[in-house]
């Protein structure tokens, strides 16, 4: 860069033009002309401060060519400015240089060149399972010993596992962030700013709901990393799009997990349902999770305020509507809720404790059948697959013989196999999509295990809060109540995180005596 600087020195000192600036930009793309050192130039050229502008080349001014022709054609001129182009021979007070126009579309070229082989390095990196994101995540910084690793940042960390801790106790995105600014932690930017030595932001300790949730959503603090989340459609065209899912590519354990699996999936399926308060601010811990066992519609919680105290709260199905909607009524008060789900989850927790092994058998039985009958399907499907691949083979083959023998047109061979090779390439996505499949039918034993853990966890649970609902409960089903012996009655069913509905056999095995320890 100096010895450009004293090129440029040298011409303007030789030739007479006084009063020189310099405007240099580093690590941007020639294709790029929203960069710093441009811009700034161009806003004295438009004050008309600018009477020459020198370059050592073309290509230092940029490589796009179409907006270079305007830039020499059109702009310039419009501003009586003289543009000179040292090594390239081209001085617009010497009128046009017919070899210009050329030099641009080769400076274009020579762009849409690199960044073919960038894009080529980058997939390959990718495909490779490397990191190509250049900084990591809030929570990661890069391994000193190895750049292409990440390793955990334990003061940043600890927001994260904070910000999904408050999740799971039911907090959305705008009151975590209100709770962070309150309690004056540093934001991301300003986190990132003083571990870098960079010029701290104005706000420190703002939140914004958007970062938050930006937090929730990334996969990559349970340890796996995840590629080609955005891409670009071209190379003039800079506006990152999101990649479809299937596109991605995943890795797991790839660096040092910040939360656990589990806990990530739970918040996933807690973020999904939106939980608002009530027109009075009420909220309760079960919103979200009661679902009607007739429409499959949520209950959406109700409050009083004619009653000092809540035991009127209730929830009713979404789809009633007073006896005018789709559904029939599907009623229960809030605090009969929590006391019966209270004390399911107590009678559920001892029995897991106390019968572990009877259970986790129980569990992976239960579902065995059916997911059987799955497996068997998906296998049969990828052997489908196979065999299609292997047909499609044999029918491009027997094209490119009947090409070359001249039985088929070049035109009709090339229409066919591409037909071909599309549905080959759409076959080979599905097979491996298949292939995963098969091999993640083991994750039901993971399951169980997981939710042994929380068993272990709130072994002595005496109450409910939303943290400890929102962990163990994935929903709760309410029927229609039935008249039985002249009272009503509302049967109510509990699904756990991760095995679903725990049926509690009515002939337990028997309770261990003082000197056996549980299994």
């Given at each position: 860069?100096?010895?450009?600087?004293?090129l440029?020195?040298?011409?303007?000192?030789?030739?007479?033009?006084?009063?020189?600036?310099?405007?240099?930009?580093?690590?941007f793309?020639?294709t790029?002309?929203?960069?710093?050192?441009?811009?700034?130039?161009?806003?004295?050229?438009?004050?008309?401060?600018?009477?020459?502008?020198?370059?050592?080349?073309?290509?230092?001014?940029?490589?796009?060519?179409?907006?270079?022709?305007?830039?020499?054609?059109?702009?310039?001129?419009?501003?009586?400015?003289?543009?000179?182009?040292?090594?390239?021979?081209?001085?617009?007070?010497?009128?046009?240089?017919d070899?210009?126009?050329?030099?641009?579309?080769?400076?274009?070229?020579?762009?849409?060149?690199?960044s073919?082989?960038?894009?080529?390095?980058?997939?390959?990196r990718?495909?490779?399972?490397?990191?190509?994101?250049?900084?990591?995540?809030?929570?990661?910084?890069?391994?000193?010993?190895?750049?292409?690793?990440?390793?955990?940042?334990?003061?940043?960390?600890?927001?994260?596992?904070?910000?999904?801790?408050?999740?799971?106790?039911?907090?959305?995105?705008m009151?975590?962030a209100?709770?962070?600014?309150?309690?004056?932690?540093?934001?991301?930017?300003?986190?990132?700013?003083?571990?870098?030595?960079?010029?701290?932001?104005d706000?420190?300790?703002?939140?914004?709901?958007?970062?938050?949730?930006?937090?929730?959503?990334?996969?990559?603090?349970t340890?796996?990393?995840?590629?080609?989340?955005t891409?670009?459609?071209?190379?003039?065209?800079?506006?990152?799009?999101?990649n479809?899912?299937?596109?991605?590519?995943?890795?797991?354990?790839t660096?040092?997990?910040?939360?656990?699996?589990?806990?990530?999936?739970?918040?996933?399926?807690?973020?999904?349902?939106?939980?608002?308060?009530?027109?009075?601010?009420k909220t309760?811990?079960?919103?979200?999770?009661?679902?009607?066992?007739?429409?499959?519609?949520?209950?959406?919680?109700?409050?009083?305020?004619?009653?000092?105290?809540?035991?009127?709260?209730?929830f009713?199905?979404?789809?009633?509507?007073?006896?005018?909607?789709?559904?029939?009524?599907?009623?229960?008060?809030?605090?009969?809720?929590?006391?019966?789900?209270?004390?399911?989850?107590?009678?559920t927790?001892?029995?897991?404790?106390?019968?572990r092994?009877?259970?986790?058998?129980?569990?992976?039985a239960q579902?065995?059948?059916?997911?059987?009958?799955?497996?068997?399907?998906?296998?049969?499907?990828?052997?489908?697959?196979?065999?299609?691949?292997?047909?499609?083979?044999?029918?491009?083959?027997?094209?490119?013989?009947?090409?070359v023998?001249?039985?088929?047109?070049?035109?009709?061979?090339?229409?066919?196999?591409?037909?071909?090779?599309?549905?080959?390439?759409?076959?080979?996505?599905?097979?491996?999509?298949?292939?995963?499949?098969?091999?993640?039918?083991?994750?039901?034993i993971?399951?169980?295990?997981?939710?042994?853990?929380?068993?272990?966890?709130?072994?002595?649970?005496?109450?409910?809060d939303?943290?400890?609902?929102?962990?163990l409960?994935?929903?709760?089903?309410?029927?229609?109540?039935?008249?039985?012996?002249?009272?009503?009655?509302?049967?109510?069913?509990?699904?756990?995180?991760?095995?679903?509905?725990?049926?509690?056999?009515?002939?337990?095995?028997?309770?261990?005596t003082?000197?056996?320890?549980?299994?």
């Amino acid at each position: 860069m100096s010895s450009q600087k004293s090129l440029l020195s040298k011409y303007a000192t030789e030739h007479g033009f006084r009063n020189p600036m310099f405007f240099v930009d580093d690590g941007f793309s020639g294709t790029n002309f929203q960069r710093p050192g441009f811009q700034e130039m161009m806003k004295y050229v438009e004050d008309y401060s600018v009477s020459t502008l020198i370059v050592k080349d073309l290509s230092r001014l940029g490589r796009e060519y179409s907006y270079m022709g305007r830039l020499q054609d059109f702009i310039f001129p419009a501003y009586d400015v003289r543009f000179i182009a040292i090594n390239d021979d081209v001085d617009s007070a010497k009128g046009e240089n017919d070899f210009a126009v050329f030099k641009n579309v080769f400076n274009d070229y020579y762009a849409k060149d690199t960044s073919k082989k960038i894009r080529a390095v980058v997939k390959m990196r990718g495909e490779a399972g490397e990191h190509i994101a250049s900084n990591p995540p809030y929570g990661y910084v890069k391994d000193p010993q190895n750049k292409k690793k990440w390793i955990v940042d334990e003061e940043s960390a600890k927001v994260v596992r904070r910000i999904f801790d408050l999740c799971i106790a039911g907090k959305g995105p705008m009151q975590i962030a209100k709770i962070l600014t309150a309690d004056r932690v540093l934001t991301v930017t300003a986190y990132n700013a003083r571990q870098k030595g960079w010029a701290m932001p104005d706000n420190l300790y703002r939140w914004c709901a958007k970062s938050v949730a930006g937090i929730l959503e990334r996969p990559e603090y349970t340890g796996c990393t995840v590629n080609f989340k955005t891409y670009t459609k071209s190379l003039k065209f800079k506006k990152r799009m999101e990649n479809p899912k299937e596109n991605r590519r995943v890795f797991k354990d790839t660096q040092p997990a910040i939360i656990e699996r589990g806990q990530w999936e739970r918040v996933q399926t807690l973020r999904a349902n939106k939980r608002r308060p009530t027109k009075t601010g009420k909220t309760s811990i079960f919103s979200g999770l009661v679902y009607c066992a007739d429409c499959g519609a949520k209950l959406y919680y109700c409050t009083c305020n004619t009653y000092k105290d809540e035991s009127q709260d209730h929830f009713v199905c979404s789809n009633y509507k007073s006896n005018t909607g789709s559904c029939q009524i599907h009623y229960i008060r809030e605090v009969t809720l929590y006391r019966r789900v209270l004390e399911c989850i107590q009678g559920t927790l001892t029995y897991v404790r106390l019968f572990r092994d009877d259970f986790t058998q129980e569990m992976l039985a239960q579902d065995e059948a059916s997911r059987k009958a799955e497996l068997t399907q998906k296998r049969k499907s990828l052997s489908g697959a196979q065999k299609r691949m292997e047909d499609l083979d044999r029918i491009i083959q027997r094209l490119y013989e009947d090409s070359v023998l001249g039985k088929l047109s070049d035109f009709r061979f090339q229409k066919l196999s591409a037909q071909y090779e599309t549905e080959q390439a759409e076959i080979q996505r599905l097979a491996v999509s298949l292939e995963r499949e098969i091999e993640n039918e083991a994750g039901q034993i993971a399951d169980v295990g997981r939710f042994l853990q929380l068993a272990d966890r709130y072994s002595d649970l005496q109450e409910l809060d939303a943290a400890t609902v929102n962990e163990l409960i994935e929903k709760i089903v309410v029927h229609s109540p039935e008249k039985i012996s002249g009272k009503k009655h509302v049967t109510i069913e509990v699904y756990f995180t991760y095995v679903g509905k725990i049926r509690i056999p009515l002939a337990k095995p028997e309770l261990l005596t003082d000197t056996e320890k549980p299994a």
